[in-house]
């Protein structure tokens, strides 16, 4: 387990924490801050998944070009399912303001 996976699960528990606190103690900041980290921390461990599989993907590699075609081809997965995840978070964010202004 990397350092970046570590730190993630640790930013989510602190997050979770802190957003109970805030939602107990009728404080929406803390509360607020407290998702923000965890977000913070899926994304951290995230980062640290990806990167071990990039570690195993390189490790194992052969030297033959179908299987710098599947490095290719799992790259553009990785990047599609980032920019996918994204534009899904983004989503929720605006749509979480309007109901918030509306």
Do not use: P
Not at 2 to 13: I, R
Not at 64 to 71: L, T
Not at 89 to 95: P, T
């Amino acid at each position: 387990m990397n350092t970046e996976k570590v730190e993630g699960k640790f930013d989510q528990v602190a997050g979770k924490i802190k957003q109970s606190v805030g939602e107990a103690i009728g404080n929406q900041n803390l509360a607020n801050s407290g998702a923000a980290e965890q977000v913070k921390g899926v994304a951290k461990e995230t980062w640290g998944n990806a990167k071990d599989t990039a570690a195993v993907v390189r490790d194992e590699k052969a030297a033959d070009v179908a299987v710098e075609r599947d490095d290719l081809k799992y790259r553009e997965k990785i990047v599609e399912g980032a920019h996918n995840l994204k534009e899904r978070v983004n989503e929720k964010l605006d749509e979480i303001k309007r109901e918030h202004r509306g």
